[in-house]
């Protein structure tokens, strides 16, 4: 809407002094010329904006003139609990809410609090995002995002790993993990009439590698449901019911998702590898495999005459782990459990047999 532009234009100007028009229209995601429109029409409301001609010019306004027009509205303050991350308030379609937010919070503090919340911003970035990996696409996360705060029955077709399937879920909170949105659920009965057998759902999000609103209550049983993990990416399509729903009074999402986790790392590593490693494998332990790897660096005997130690390593399923241990290449050697330790000699085999094989076979032409 234009008026919240022309506020937004106006709170800018007061916080930051001289802005040039190209500043201001980055800003604002408008064109210069829509900056200057909404300058004239600032002016013609008694905002006395003031027009620097020259290459160090701009838009200031004159005399400190500041506006009080500050109060937030319920958006407003809500998306203030995103200010950490602009690009997931961004996804979820309050990035310009949380823009107008964070000047009207500004505009409203003294000038050396505000001064210190600029330079706050200056030196400090949270990037919540996982290197080397591309964020998921999530199109339908809007939708999801929509039935999550207004309680709404959410209907989605959802691609799992052993195929497609359609649930009616109770969204009950979303969750922001390394980059990848995942939703936590309830089951919501009945299915839409003519959807496909739907057979239960992940209880906790995959691996990256593998991978009070007003309306009819829900019965009691159903509101207690078990609470599950989909992954917004996977998500194919997605509806919003008109049918509301009762939350559960109980539901504490930051406690559910502690809990989820500490489950998914309790079901990951199924095994314990005793593993032999130069002291370059123990150096890129922490980075590999984490929390898990940087404990057992923490935890490696002693050297050995070649510098190598034994550290135990907790790993997943032998084909994962076979995988995960052979970046370590010929720094690291699997001693033990013996299935591990054959599953990596075949695997090196297989490796060294097709390497052999395009030694001889001649290069395409």
């Known amino acids: 809407m234009r008026a919240d532009r022309l506020l937004a234009l106006l709170l800018l100007l007061q916080n930051r002094g001289l802005c040039t028009a190209t500043e201001l229209a980055a800003e604002l995601e408008v064109s210069v010329r829509t900056v200057h429109r909404d300058v004239e029409a600032l002016g013609a409301a008694g905002v006395p904006v003031l027009a620097e001609r020259g290459r160090t010019g701009g838009y200031r306004l004159v005399g400190g003139y500041r506006t009080r027009l500050t109060g937030l509205t319920g958006d407003e303050a809500g998306a203030l609990f995103l200010a950490g991350v602009p690009d997931a308030a961004k996804e979820l379609g309050l990035g310009a809410v949380l823009a107008t937010a964070q000047l009207k919070v500004r505009a409203a503090l003294p000038a050396e609090l505000a001064d210190r919340t600029r330079r706050l911003q200056e030196r400090f970035h949270l990037d919540p995002a996982s290197w080397f990996r591309d964020a998921d696409p999530v199109p339908e996360l809007a939708r999801v995002a929509e039935a999550v705060w207004e309680q709404r029955v959410l209907r989605v077709h959802y691609r799992r790993w052993r195929g497609e399937v359609h649930r009616e879920l109770r969204p009950l909170g979303l969750v922001l993990k ?60 997605a509806e919003v019911a008109d049918r509301h729903f009762t939350r559960p009074p109980d539901f504490d999402l930051a406690a559910h998702w502690a809990s989820t986790t500490r489950e998914l790392t309790g079901m990951l590593h199924q095994d ?94």
């Not at 009945?190 to 691996?207: D, F, W």
């Open 178 to 237: 390394s980059g990848i949105w995942y939703l936590l659920a309830s089951s919501a009965t009945p299915a839409p009439e003519g959807s496909p057998p739907a057979p239960a759902a992940r209880t906790s999000p995959a691996p990256a590698r593998t991978s009070p609103a007003p309306g009819n209550a829900a019965p009691p049983a159903e509101a207690a449901a078990a609470v599950r993990t989909y992954r917004v990416s996977r998500m194919l399509a």
């Open 272 to 365: 314990t590898a005793t593993v032999r490693v130069s002291p370059r494998a123990l150096r890129l332990l922490p980075a590999q495999f984490g929390t898990a790897g940087a404990e057992a660096a923490r935890r490696a005997g002693p050297p050995d005459q070649e510098g190598w130690a034994v550290v135990e390593l907790p790993v997943e399923s032998t084909p994962v782990a076979v995988s995960d241990l052979l970046r370590l290449g010929p720094d690291a050697e699997v001693l033990a459990p013996p299935a591990l330790r054959a599953a990596i000699a075949e695997a090196v085999a297989a490796l060294a047999r097709r390497y052999a094989d395009a030694n001889t076979t001649a290069a395409p032409s």
